[in-house]
DNA sequence: CTGAAAGCGCTAACAT
DNA sequence: ATGTTAGCGCTTTCAG
């Protein structure tokens, strides 16, 4: 059989709590430097490790943190792969478990069963974070009522008092936009994902504001969705590259989606970026190295991983919210060759 | 408080016992259909779902797997979010929890604690899937030693037996050379991760095999080793340039290298595939996009990752070990564009 | 076919 | 400063 904190407690001839005491090293501390030694020694030399539904059904902490993505997802794993860094890092610093909580928004009856809420009714999680845009307002705020501790990645629900990090996507794409405004562009496609994500919509918000800051009209026409599966991103360039009055640049909502539109460019005869100017979005790896080097705005990625981690392990040792619920973190506009130089 | 299993059975007026035996779907049905229904409706009533830690400490199950991936490998994310998309099916096929365990072999004491086998010890897992060409072979041997479930992905311990599925990479690697010699290349230069890797010795088998099938020269010269970090691959490429006798073609162990490689032979001035064939390996998503289009050998990642998680849950749930311990998949080359056609 | 009872290994009051 | 005593919520013999 297994060591029980019983063969520990017997061996460093010491109660069971005892043991218990020294290895959760309480702040009060009650124990002699002697017994500790004993303890700790009896522990090492047994191997011990403590059960951990035990100790979860005791205390009623798992020590485990979940993520939560969506399997749609899962293509566009460069955008994640650097946030789940940035989040891994700290959660070995807290020496937490990670719990990889994969969402299936169109799975029905039992298949709900990935969803998260299941790994939170059966008490597996001490917090979760959220980089999932499919998931429902109404399922976040099912947490916020059972005031289970999560936080939100790059997402966010307005008006709600809410945790969450993300990164000023208005600003993003407003950047974006004029830097191709500045370079004499007058037709700016852009080909963004699912338009009633919150995110994607503060991004319509920064095209058309610069749109507007420089007096251009903005055209429905020249805004397509690519929803809901990313392969739609090819089809819906060429839709632009067809219009009768041809935009000369197109800005999309992720680099992801900029590789799909780079193809479609190129397999329809046009140059990037002499025939059409291309501004991804994110900066995420390998994807930058494309042929042309894609332009982009960087977005913070690992630093919005660590940061949500930090606020999520603040909120569950700490009890209480953070005073300041949301963090924006600021973009950052990546200039390469894709988006080439003064036209007209 | 939270709704307990007494709590259902209160509701449904039976035992807590047999709200348990109903719950747990028991094979030998001891259940009135009539209790079976009270039950279910009462367990639905109160929206009850089972402690997870109080039934793990009883039955001593977690309901949970993990995946073992090495922080170094984060990097490489596109060939594991491949895998991961296999594995993650499967695990909601039979409704168990996925842990992310991150390895950090360069890690040391306390920090160790990041390592899977502290999970073990933990009995937070009832199995393990290792993704980790990293671990050493007394790890894994000691989860063998332990008889602790798990199963290994493209990688194996010759002459023990463990349950292992991969691809005949020493296959891959020779029909890829193989590929190249017939166009007429005759120095080719190879671009592998860690030389001590069961797995890039394989296709370093392959490679040698294939030259040698053909009449031609093995020079070590021509072969780089790329560890530990893969930024530099790009320098071994550019190694590989600067030979007197520079080589007309490259072969990579992943596409993730060729794409280094690729970026340097441009950065150089030359040509893929006019100056400089290229061929990758495993065929990895988005990567085969680029410019030229990536030739490379398609490794059936997501097969790997289903398949493995299979036989670990018939591991898990039947006791025994599989009588076919090692699973050995086929790989297929992709012949593309930056291969080029025939030269000389 | 169902219930009673014990116990999984640990934590946390409460005593001493 | 340490030990005693109850559980935590569930599973699982064993009786009936």
Known sequence: MDITINDVAREARVSAATVSYVLNQKKLDRITTGTRRRVLKAAKKLNYYPHASARGLASNKTQSIGVSIN?????????????????????????????????????KGSRKNLFFMRKVAERRLDGLIIIDQWIGDEDIMELKKRRFPFVLIDRDIPGEEINSVGTDNKEGILQATEHLIRLGH????????????????EMLAGYRLALSRHG??????????????????????????RLPQRPTAIITSSDKIALQALTAIKDNGLR???????????????????????????????????????ILFNIINNGKMVKEPRILLKPELVVRKSSGGRIG
Chains 1, 2 share one sequence.
């Open 272 to 310: 990037v970026p002499q025939d059409m100017a291309l501004v991804g979005y994110n900066d995420e790896p390998l994807i930058a190295q494309l042929e042309p080097q894609l332009s982009t705005v960087k977005v913070p990625l690992q630093e919005m991983g660590k940061i949500a981690t930090e």
């Open 216 to 241: 251009l009209k903005y055209e429905r026409g020249l805004v397509k969705e690519s929803a809901p599966n990313m392969e739609k991103a090819y089809k819906r360039t060429e839709e632009l590259l």
């Open 186 to 201: 007058k037709r700016i496609g852009f080909i963004l994902e699912v338009m009633k994500f919150y995110k994607i919509k």
């Open 71 to 107: 399997k749609i997802d899962f293509l566009s794993f460069l955008y994640f792969s650097v946030i789940i860094g940035g989040i891994s890092r700290v959660v070995g610093d807290y020496d937490y478990n990670l719990h990889f909580t994969i969402t299936d928004n169109k799975a």
